[in-house]
C-alpha cells in the first residue's frame, strides 16, 4: 500500500486494515473481494454475494460483524417464510390485555438472508422499507433498527428451479453485487490443516467498540472528492441512461452508492482522496446489478458487465494535478483532478 494518510483518514485507514486481516483469517486468498465487501460496509451499505455453495458467504458476514463487535442474524429464505418472520409480529399478551411487539431477526446488526431468491417476492419485500430507511413499520408503528445495519444477500446463480428472481428495485438497494470464488489451491490446503473447531469465526476478536466504528464511518464519508470526479461520475451514469443495449439505466440511488463506495475504497488503499482507479475498481460490483440489457442485446451475449466496461472506456478520464515528482510530499488534499 501507498503512504497511509494523515490524522482521522490514518485512523480509518488502520481500522480498515485490521478488519482486512482479520477477516482474511477465516477467507484465505480472497483479498480482494474481501476489501470490496469491507468498502460496502464502511459505506454503510448492502450486499448481494451470488455464488456457488460453500464460498463462504455466510462466513464473510460473521467475520466483519465479529470483528467490529456487532451482532448477526441469519435467516434461510424459503417458499413458505413470511414477512412477520423478518420484520417482527405484534403478540397479544393475556396478562395485561395488552399488544407487544416481537421483534424478528431483522433487528440486528448484519442480517445474513441466505438463499433470498427462495422466498416469495411478498416476504422479499419486506427488506424494501429497512434497507432504504433502517427502520421496520408493523401496525402503523415504525421502529428503528440499529446502526450500522446490513442486509447480506446470498443466492445461488446455478439453481433456479423455486425460486423467485429478485425485482430491479430490490436490487437498486443493494450497494454491491459481488462473487467469492473457489479459494486457490494454497488455501485448500491451509483449510485442511485448520483444526476442527466448528465455526470457523471463532478464534477471531473484536477488534473495536461501537463508538470507534461509528468515528470510522465519519471519516469515510468526508474523504475528498474532485468537483471533476463528480462531473465523471455523472458521465458514466447518464451513458447508462440512453445507452442502445440497455433498457434500464443506472438510478440516483445508485449513483450516491457509487460515490460512497469510492471513498471507502480510497480509505481502504490508504489516501483521503478519491481518484479514477477508485470508481473504474467499483463500477461494475456497484452498477451492474442496477442495470438491465436488451433482449435483443441478451441474444448477442452481451452482459451488464460488458457494457460498462465498454462505457468506462469512451468516457473520458480526469488527469491529476498538483502532485509531482518534486512535491510528492504535499499534503493529500491538495491533490486535485482536471477533466481531460
Known amino acids: 500500500m501507498s503512504r497511509p494518510p494523515r490524522s482521522n483518514s490514518h485512523r480509518a485507514w488502520l481500522a480498515f486494515n ?9 477467507l484465505k486468498g480472497k483479498s480482494e473481494p474481501i476489501q470490496l465487501a469491507l468498502a460496502c460496509l464502511m459505506a454503510e451499505g448492502h450486499l448481494l454475494i451470488e455464488d456457488k455453495p460453500g464460498t463462504g458467504k455466510t462466513s464473510l458476514a460473521k467475520a466483519m460483524a465479529v470483528s467490529f463487535g456487532g451482532s448477526i442474524r441469519r435467516v434461510q429464505f424459503t417458499p413458505d417464510l413470511l414477512p412477520s418472520d423478518i420484520t417482527g409480529v405484534s403478540v397479544y399478551n393475556t396478562a395485561t390485555g395488552e399488544f407487544s411487539f416481537r421483534q424478528g431477526p431483522v433487528f440486528t446488526n448484519i442480517l445474513v438472508a441466505d438463499e433470498i431468491n427462495r422466498a ?5 419485500a419486506a427488506l424494501l422499507e429497512v434497507m432504504e430507511e433502517r427502520q421496520v413499520t408493523v401496525d402503523g408503528s415504525s421502529m428503528v433498527v440499529p446502526r450500522p445495519f446490513m442486509v447480506v444477500a446470498t443466492q445461488n446463480p446455478l439453481d433456479f428451479q423455486g425460486t423467485y428472481p429478485l425485482p430491479e ?3 437498486d438497494r443493494f450497494a454491491m453485487k ?3 470464488g473457489y479459494a486457490d489451491r494454497d488455501a485448500e490446503l491451509e483449510v485442511m490443516v485448520r483444526p476442527d473447531s466448528g465455526d470457523v469465526t471463532a478464534s477471531l476478536k473484536q477488534l473495536f467498540d461501537f463508538e470507534h466504528l461509528s468515528n470510522v464511518l465519519m471519516w469515510v464519508r468526508r474523504t ?23 433498457r434500464l439505466g443506472v ?3 445508485g449513483t450516491l452508492t457509487l460515490l460512497a463506495i469510492a471513498r471507502a475504497l480510497a480509505v481502504s488503499n490508504a489516501r483521503d482522496y478519491v481518484t479514477p482507479d ?4 467499483i463500477t461494475v460490483p456497484v ?3 442496477r442495470m438491465a440489457v436488451t433482449p435483443e442485446a441478451e441474444m448477442d451475449g452481451i452482459t451488464e458487465a460488458d457494457v460498462l466496461n465498454s462505457i468506462l472506456d469512451q468516457v473520458p478520464v480526469p488527469r491529476a494535478r498538483g502532485r509531482s515528482s518534486s512535491n510528492e510530499d504535499a499534503p493529500d488534499e491538495a491533490l486535485a483532478f482536471d477533466a481531460e
Open 18 to 26: 485490521r478488519l482486512l486481516e482479520n477477516v482474511e483469517q477465516v
Open 287 to 289: 452498477l451492474a446489478h
Open 178 to 180: 459481488l462473487s467469492l
Open 120 to 124: 416469495s417476492p411478498k416476504t422479499q
Open 224 to 246: 475528498t472528492v474532485s468537483p471533476a470526479l463528480r462531473e465523471y461520475i455523472a458521465d458514466i451514469i447518464m451513458r447508462t441512461r440512453d445507452h442502445r443495449d440497455l
Open 278 to 281: 477508485d470508481i473504474k475498481t
Open 169 to 171: 428495485v430490490q436490487l
Open 251 to 253: 438510478s440516483t440511488r
